[in-house]
């Protein structure tokens, strides 16, 4: 490939903070149809030559995608005879889980939650799979603190000023006209302010909820939930979950209909752990079923601004018609990690919601709140987006293309839509568990997939998360992982190409 | 009086940020001897030159600290005589209330806290009762911000990293340092940081209750205790208070013995709302009460940095021997009021409640938490703290002066040893309540006192707030409360001399 590749070109290649240029679209397009199966493994993609001229490009463009392709480990450089699709990591399948009844998070579960959550937040571990965003450079960090110097310039007082319920009007207003791209038409007195998406979540728990209730859950799910649940004294319910659909609505219909649960909490966009988006016709009739049977739905949309795709897919919240589904999401993982500013449109739990905020946590910062609304106005915040959402895919690409080198045979993977987590599935013989506590002593970290669910189950799969830097330390860290989990299935590394279990 | 101030001492006496200089001691110790009943009122002042004689200051420095006094309503000028002690607002003294049995916060009491709360919050109304600081002039902002923005400089990533639990260790760093003045002796990992004081006590009151346990509180109350208690499913049980003293600890061990009590939640020095501080026996009773009968103390400290007395009354967590004691704080009172960063230290509970906060609302913003190290850090905050209680206190003063001149006759106050908010008790005829939907349809804002009992007592009462700017809209606001209380009571306004009913 080096002959291709002129030095003028590698400075070009290597701007990442470019954006929409020709070379990055030619390289997202052939992704595209490699993910869809158009371009299948192992098959031969045309020459740069012969590519530049289907595509009417210049022949360094090309060369600057098919470069780009390869370090996504997308694609592989055959000497002498051109480049090939990457083999795929075998995609997760449906499957159907065995029901679990109505129960508090199980307290095995709950100790390893903590435990695991303990050694994540220890600095000098490498950590693989928190989704706690540390790759700075890819949120506008400079823009944001030029914002706030200057806001701090021109209002010296915005300081010294209490902050009061339910926060800036400012930024209500710029998130009412940001919601319209997910489909919600809201107005700034629809949405309170709060802590995150976690406390987000929190609320509206609470504002539904009474100790004793039932809540039903995606299966596997955010693994904070478990012990927020128990701390509210509910019990948790798993609703069987393709990994590639979503929540079974059959099997939701039917729980609703024998009124089993009390609420529902569920993120239909971009999942944490899997990356599914429920089809579009899914999250109609998910909306349609909560209003039917007047249960309110927790949709968390923390990652429905990440998603690959070319358009968004809307919220559930869009097709909500009587006020049950309440909106939680956050700019923690879009734009500024550090300020924990994240806003619920609560539907008809909407007053309530705002007085429980009061005398939660009473309010957010003004200075964070204007310094976010600033930005959102000035117009910056799409673009920005479509460079995250390039990047952490990028980044999913290269882990799987590590995993697919190092972990033993029979792993599978879910294929993200968005976000920067994706789902490990490895054979039986790996109990994640034991993983986990191997890998510490070798100060890495990873999160097994029984903290998933609040009955234990998943004790082969893992959640590996891309939201740090790529650097020695990460892949190293991960063929660490795979290296060790060969050792303890006896099996050996690398993808056999078959079909899914 | 306007004899003796010549022109070059006007910019010395409204210079309100030089410290600690040699007339401001003579006018807080004068005034403390008004307070003590050393100096009665009516009783005539020693003359300017005298006074400068008994001193050893100068004249000029003997007039600014009479005009001082003069300002905050201590001291009245007579013509062609000298300066008299003015009228003191006669002091609420010792009462007993009847017990009410443990039963969640009365409907009525929990809708009129939103009623009300939801006007203090209309900013074209003008507040005279909230407790939320909005005289930016008394807090640093402008160093803060200076502060924030050099970090922003040198550390541009700050932003872009997602904060962890259990928060910034140079902060606790900082605040275990600084709660040593509290008698406190605490490590940075007995700390967790929280968004605000209001967390602090949610998060205190769930990991120490569970629904349908019951709470004893002070009575009146810190008001939105009631309705977070009610939104946990908590019982409230008011615990007879005295005005000066606080809770009567009798009264505590009875209830304590007959194990009525699952935690108490209070607020030992400088109380919201009547500004009491307990003597220093009855913290040290407090805290073996405690740990004796193994129930938990939730010690709200929000504004135990902010006395008045020279030297800090300690905390009771200062006193706690087995971690029964919960202290919650935040800087929103004292330094910051914009950024909600507040904390706690959990004794026996510390490690639950981290894990609590975490699934709770995650952590608190670095960039703001490095922002408050660094200014504790730099040693300002014990000079900033000294000019806050002077201006807190004369601001008192001076609204107390504005009561004598306008409230009806038989009207009684609190005298606060810190913070900036006192308790007023009307005549029996004025009901407060009614008097808060008069004045806000001249879009002014107080407090009834109802709302600080769960039970609805104090219908004569309401809580005023000297964290305003004492400007004519502030003046003017109390002016017409006094004149409406008149009206209702059909008792003339101004003080009689009497003893306190």
Same mark, same amino acid.
């Given at each position: 490939?080096?002959?291709?590749?002129?030095?003028?070109?590698?400075?070009?290649?290597?701007?990442? $903070?470019?954006?929409?240029?020709?070379?990055?679209?030619?390289?997202?397009?052939?992704?595209?149809?490699?993910?869809?199966?158009?371009?299948?493994?192992?098959?031969?993609?045309?020459? *740069?030559?012969?590519?530049?001229?289907?595509?009417? *490009?210049?022949?360094?463009?090309?060369?600057? #995608?098919?470069?780009?392709?390869?370090?996504?480990?997308? +694609?592989?450089?055959?000497?002498?005879?051109?480049?090939?699709?990457?083999?795929?990591?075998?995609?997760?399948?449906?499957?159907?889980?065995?029901?679990?009844?109505?129960?508090?998070?199980?307290?095995?579960?709950?100790?390893?939650?903590?435990?695991?959550?303990?050694?994540?937040?220890?600095?000098?571990?490498?950590?693989?799979?928190?989704?706690?965003?540390?790759?700075?450079?890819?949120?506008?960090?400079?823009?944001?603190?030029?914002?706030?110097?200057?806001?701090?310039?021109?209002?010296?007082?915005? +300081?010294?000023?209490?902050?009061?319920?339910?926060?800036?009007?400012?930024?209500?207003?710029?998130?009412?006209?940001?919601?319209?791209?997910?489909?919600?038409?809201?107005?700034?007195?629809?949405?309170?302010?709060?802590?995150?998406?976690?406390?987000?979540?929190?609320?509206?728990?609470?504002?539904?909820?009474?100790?004793?209730?039932?809540?039903?859950?995606?299966?596997?799910?955010?693994?904070?939930?478990?012990?927020?649940?128990?701390?509210?004294?509910?019990?948790?319910?798993?609703?069987?979950?393709?990994?590639?659909?979503?929540?079974?609505?059959?099997?939701?219909?039917?729980?609703?209909?024998? @009124?089993?649960?009390?609420?529902? +909490?569920?993120?239909?966009?971009?999942?944490?752990?899997?990356?599914?988006?429920?089809?579009?016709?899914?999250? @109609?009739?998910?909306?349609?079923?909560?209003?039917?049977?007047?249960?309110?739905?927790?949709?968390?949309?923390?990652? #429905?601004?990440?998603?690959?795709?070319?358009?968004?897919?809307?919220?559930?919240?869009?097709?909500?018609?009587?006020?049950?589904?309440?909106?939680?999401?956050?700019?923690? @993982?879009?734009? #500024?990690?550090?300020?924990?500013?994240?806003?619920? $449109?609560?539907?008809?739990?909407?007053?309530?919601?705002?007085?429980?905020?009061?005398?939660?946590?009473?309010?957010?910062?003004?200075?964070?709140?204007?310094?976010?609304?600033?930005?959102?106005?000035?117009?910056?915040?799409?673009?920005?987006?479509?460079?995250?959402?390039?990047?952490?895919?990028?980044?999913?690409?290269?882990?799987?293309?590590?995993?697919?080198?190092?972990?033993?045979?029979?792993?599978?993977?879910?294929?993200?839509?968005?976000?920067?987590?994706?789902?490990?599935?490895?054979?039986?013989?790996?109990?994640?568990? @034991?993983?986990?506590?191997?890998?510490?002593?070798?100060?890495?970290?990873?999160?097994?997939?029984?903290?998933?669910?609040?009955?234990?189950?998943?004790?082969?799969?893992?959640?590996?998360?891309?939201?740090?830097?790529?650097?020695?330390?990460?892949?190293?860290?991960?063929?660490?992982?795979?290296?060790?989990?060969?050792?303890?299935?006896?099996?050996?590394?690398?993808?056999?190409?078959?079909?899914?279990?």
């Amino acid at each position: 490939m080096a002959e291709f590749m002129p030095a003028t070109l590698l400075s070009v290649a290597t701007d990442e $903070a470019a954006g929409e240029t020709r070379y990055h679209q030619l390289a997202d397009q052939m992704a595209e149809a490699i993910r869809r199966g158009t371009l299948l493994p192992g098959s031969r993609l045309p020459s *740069v030559r012969r590519c530049s001229q289907m595509h009417q *490009v210049s022949i360094n463009t090309v060369v600057a #995608a098919y470069r780009r392709l390869e370090d996504r480990g997308l +694609i592989e450089a055959r000497p002498q005879s051109g480049f090939y699709v990457s083999s795929a990591l075998p995609v997760l399948e449906s499957r159907i889980e065995e029901h679990s009844p109505a129960a508090e998070p199980a307290d095995e579960v709950l100790a390893l939650i903590d435990k695991v959550f303990a050694a994540q937040t220890n600095p000098e571990y490498t950590n693989i799979s928190l989704a706690c965003p540390q790759t700075s450079d890819f949120y506008p960090g400079g823009k944001l603190g030029r914002i706030m110097s200057s806001l701090l310039r021109r209002q010296p007082k915005i +300081i010294s000023q209490y902050a009061l319920p339910p926060g800036s009007l400012h930024l209500r207003q710029q998130v009412a006209r940001r919601a319209m791209a997910l489909g919600m038409i809201l107005e700034p007195n629809d949405i309170t302010l709060t802590h995150g998406c976690m406390e987000a979540l929190q609320l509206a728990l609470r504002v539904t909820t009474q100790p004793g209730d039932s809540v039903g859950l995606e299966t596997p799910t955010y693994f904070f939930l478990l012990p927020l649940l128990a701390s509210l004294g509910l019990k948790a319910v798993e609703i069987p979950t393709d990994p590639q659909d979503g929540l079974s609505l059959d099997a939701l219909e039917l729980m609703l209909s024998e @009124k089993r649960l009390n609420a529902v +909490i569920a993120m239909p966009t971009a999942q944490n752990p899997m990356g599914f988006t429920m089809p579009l016709a899914a999250k @109609k009739r998910l909306a349609r079923l909560m209003n039917d049977y007047q249960v309110p739905l927790i949709e968390d949309g923390l990652y #429905a601004e990440i998603q690959f795709g070319a358009t968004l897919s809307p919220a559930v919240k869009s097709f909500d018609k009587n006020g049950w589904v309440l909106f939680c999401t956050s700019f923690t @993982k879009t734009l #500024a990690p550090d300020f924990r500013i994240g806003w619920i $449109a609560g539907g008809r739990f909407g007053e309530k919601l705002r007085q429980l905020k009061a005398v939660s946590s009473m309010s957010e910062s003004v200075l964070l709140s204007e310094t976010l609304a600033v930005f959102l106005e000035s117009g910056g915040f799409d673009h920005h987006l479509r460079s995250l959402r390039r990047r952490y895919a990028a980044q999913i690409d290269e882990a799987k293309s590590l995993i697919m080198r190092y972990f033993p045979q029979g792993t599978r993977a879910t294929q993200p839509k968005g976000g920067f987590v994706f789902w490990v599935d490895l054979p039986p013989a790996v109990d994640t568990v @034991k993983l986990f506590d191997l890998l510490l002593m070798e100060k890495i970290c990873l999160t097994p997939g029984t903290l998933y669910s609040p009955s234990g189950r998943y004790r082969n799969a893992l959640r590996l998360s891309c939201c740090y830097p790529f650097d020695a330390r990460y892949t190293d860290a991960l063929a660490r992982v795979g290296r060790r989990a060969c050792e303890i299935s006896g099996l050996p590394p690398g993808i056999v190409t078959q079909a899914a279990e």
